[in-house]
């Protein structure tokens, strides 16, 4: 019997939550291996082969984009020598109170594993870019960074769009219920209303999420709703009354006991805690 494990690798230095790399430049067969809690971006300019993500076989005709996930296995075969970008990050490097455009983006974009991308339409300028601001590394390379991502990923959206090729197998049920969330947060707050939208039960949603995020459906949206308030607590000049409002809360004491209760403080402590 193999009781080999599948290898879990962390390409993220430790205490980093971002790196851009050129992609290796040689053939090598890789092992099928996982990678620990960071997304992946493969942008491949050259190159030929094949590249295993879980049970699907993609052949390798670059320009190519590969989008990993957390926890996604997958291996490489090439049969020409490839060229290209790769960019890390997890969860920590954006501020999803202060990026939430950037943030959305990236939602948009889990539901895609591979875009084929025309020779012309391949973001060298912004890759370069990207690569080279991560290389000088300076006090503003950061804020740099996430507005050329941002570029990046709304051209990988729109690249997707314009291009039927590019409309995969359905989507998953979990990523299916994060657009939706995006979508229908905060008029939505239930498990069951998520899950009548994705015709399964709440049941079947909550073991989904606690085997894809390690949490429940309730505890997602619960985090989706206390992103949103906090946004327009500290981004608008809304009264507390009037964001219980915009957050579907039926009245405002419901909406104060509920943020109190995630967070150990009201709104308006919260809000006064940053305009002190």
Known sequence: MNDKKIDIKNKLDEGSTLKVSRFKEHIKKTKPHKHDKYFELIFLSEGEGFHCIESEKFMVSAPDFYFLKPGQLHYWQFTSIPKGFVILFNDNEFNAVKENLLIDLIRELTDTTRL??????????????????????????????????????????????????????????????????????????????????????????????????????????????????????????????????????????????FFRKHENITPAQFRNKYFQ
């Open 116 to 257: 084929k991308i025309q020779p012309d339409k391949y973001p060298t300028y912004l890759l370069e870019e990207i690569y080279n601001e991560f290389q000088l590394n300076t006090p503003y390379s950061k804020g740099i960074i996430h507005g050329l991502l941002k570029a990046l990923f709304g051209k990988l959206l729109q690249i997707k769009e314009d291009n039927p090729d590019n409309q995969t197998q359905p989507q998953p049920i979990y990523e299916r219920f994060m657009m939706l969330l995006v979508k229908e947060c905060p008029r939505l707050h239930k498990v069951n209303e998520f899950a009548d939208l994705l015709h399964i039960t709440p049941q079947n949603l909550n073991t989904i999420c606690r085997k894809q995020a390690g949490k429940s459906a309730s505890k997602i949206i619960t985090n989706q709703l206390l992103l949103e308030a906090k946004r327009y607590i500290l981004h608008t000049d809304n009264t507390i009354n009037e964001i219980a409002e915009i957050l579907f809360f039926s009245d405002p004491s419901n909406f104060i006991k």
